[in-house]
Nanobody, 122 residues
Framework: QVQLVESGGGLVQAGGSLRLSCAAS????????LGWFRQAPGKEREFVAG????????YYADSVKGRFTISRDNTKNTMYLQMDSLNPEDTAVYYC???????????????WGQGTQVTVSS
């Protein structure tokens, strides 16, 4: 089991930045690939970014590529999502997730956090 807790969400103006964190506890953190997903009101949960176990390979949804940066610190059991140039379409609840076989789909992940709200005002 892996327990995940997100933090860092909030209200920001369009063009601004936020950094989300995902703190993990439980089984060995470095055994898992990690991902960020988001879910806007009335929409399905969608993939945002993923990172492999070592942190050397990251991949992104086209909608955030060039604006968001995913990273992880295995010594701190924490993953991050740096979000720049935010726009109102980024408004959603953001979730972190963990898997031994991560990918771009919800079903690829076994463990989920509770989510943190990000609201971008125009």
């Amino acid at each position: 089991q892996v327990q995940l807790v997100e933090s860092g969400g909030g209200l920001v103006q369009a063009g601004g930045s936020l950094r989300l964190s995902c703190a993990a506890s439980g089984r060995r953190f470095s055994n898992y690939g990690l991902g960020w997903f988001r879910q806007a009101p009335g929409k399905e949960r969608e993939f945002v970014a993923g990172i492999r176990r070592s942190g050397t390979n990251a991949y992104y949804a086209d909608s955030v590529k060039g604006r968001f940066t995913i990273s992880r610190d295995n010594t701190k059991n924490t993953m991050y999502l740096q979000m720049d140039s935010l726009n109102p379409e980024d408004t959603a609840v953001y979730y972190c997730a963990a898997s031994e076989n991560p990918g771009r789909h919800i079903d690829d992940y076994d463990f989920w956090g509770q989510g943190t709200q990000v609201t971008v005002s125009s």
